[in-house]
């Protein structure tokens, strides 16, 4: 039986596999067996697929139809929070002199190394349930608030029940390198990453990808190679924060080493650029971290010049505090110049390969998962042109309404 048809909607958009923008007016989707089965006009879709016949119907009218958002960069659990920051660099403090004082990821890291287990699953329900209210179908979500093996495993587990337990499919990554901790030496960190958090990480199956922080101050190239090396050794993929602050050769390391994504890429280059095209790393762009330290937005259309799709991710964290892809979406448009179907693209379809999700998840081509937003605008143009407010209104996951 058919589980879902969406009719009568004022627009179906959907990029394709290749990242063009399909659009369809009057149009409808159905699932079936929690697969999208038929795109196209309400008139032929619902030629096969009646609506009165399916387990649940959607009038559209007036509104957009869109692949679920995926967010591929989030740091979603963790304890307490770090609003006091966020005046103190309104007033003028700087992000990396904060982390150097001991603030800033030490300081999320001491709360999250008191938190239970059950707190942190707890905690990352509630971020999973806004995700999913803006839209969110599919999120990555990264250790790397422990920075000691108990705790990195601890995360890796609360992010395990906590996927179990709601209808956002979870992608996790292990992020030992996320930062150095006080009790240790950068050398001597990067030794306890590879020597002692990977193989318990990956002898418990608890991540899908390994990530790092290249960056001044934290992990150099060098470290940031040993780790990513380490990682897929022990079975995990690739994929690395780089470029933010300083251009210190992150990108050119993703490429060599084949990541799948390359994060943040403030500072890359035209060079830098073509080497991730060349090597297939999917570039992932984080305006709200822009947004958050009310800095310069990474530069999108040098990635659009080179012909190198990106994804745009939400970068969740106690620094980046939106979990929102819709504002995302608003950002990449206002901040980075991007269009509203480059910015639907990053969201969707890209965003899909930033983690390995090649299945059709992005899309509402056939076959592709059933996973779909429904919003209260007449076209996806008008989801970033009216901004800051909920367009998201209904939310399908595996053909089932699991937000309205
Ligand atoms: O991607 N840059 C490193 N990690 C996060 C920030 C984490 C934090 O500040 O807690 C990021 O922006
Ligand atoms: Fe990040």
């Not at 993929?237 to 050769?249: N, Q, W, Y």
């Not at 050119?252 to 060349?278: N, P």
């Amino acid at each position: 039986m058919t589980d879902l048809v969406v009719y009568d909607a004022s627009q179906v958009a959907t990029p394709t596999d290749d990242g063009e923008m399909v659009t369809v007016q009057d149009g409808a989707v159905a699932i079936e067996d929690g697969v999208v089965t038929a795109i196209g006009s309400t008139e032929s879709v619902t030629r096969n697929y009646p609506p009165e016949d399916a387990m649940n119907a959607i009038d559209a009218a007036g509104k957009t139809v869109l692949p679920g958002f995926v967010d591929p960069h989030t740091h979603a659990v963790f304890a307490g929070d770090r609003a006091d920051e966020y005046t103190a660099k309104l007033e003028g403090a700087d992000y990396q002199d904060i982390l150097a004082e001991g603030g800033g990821i030490l300081r999320t890291v001491r709360a999250t190394r008191d938190a239970s287990r059950d707190q942190l699953v707890e905690n990352l329900l509630v971020q999973l349930d806004v995700m999913l209210a803006h839209g969110t179908t599919t999120a990555e979500v990264k250790s790397g608030y422990g920075l000691d093996v108990e705790t990195e495993v601890k995360m890796l587990e609360a992010i395990d029940e906590a996927a179990d337990r709601h209808p956002v499919d979870v992608v996790p990554t292990f992020m030992g390198a996320h930062a150095v901790p006080e009790d240790a030496d950068t050398d001597e960190y990067v030794d306890r990453v590879v020597e002692e958090q990977l193989p318990v990480v990956a002898k418990n199956d608890l991540a899908e990808f390994c990530d790092v922080f290249c960056e001044a101050g934290v992990f150099s190239v060098e470290h940031s190679r040993k780790v990513l090396e380490a990682g897929r050794e022990h079975g995990l993929t690739p994929k690395i924060h780089a470029d933010e602050f300083e251009r210190l050769g992150g990108s050119q390391l993703a490429a060599d080493i084949e990541a799948t994504s390359a994060d943040h890429l403030l500072q890359s280059t035209e060079a830098d650029i073509t080497a991730l095209g060349e090597a297939n790393v999917t570039p992932v762009l984080l305006p709200g971290t822009a947004f958050s330290l009310a800095t310069d937005y990474a530069d999108a259309s040098a990635f659009e010049a080179a012909d190198v799709p990106v994804a745009i991710a939400t970068d969740f964290n106690p620094n980046c505090y939106s979990q929102s892809m819709e504002f995302t979406i608003d950002l990449a448009c206002n901040g980075m110049r991007m269009t509203p179907a480059a910015a639907v693209r990053g969201a969707t379809v890209t965003a899909a390969k930033a983690i390995d999700r090649t299945d059709g998840t992005g899309t509402l081509q056939e076959g592709a998962p059933g996973d779909l937003v429904v919003a209260d605008v007449p076209d996806y143009q008008h989801l970033p042109y009216n901004f800051g407010v909920q367009n998201v209104q209904t939310v399908v996951k595996h053909g089932e309404v699991v937000h309205r």
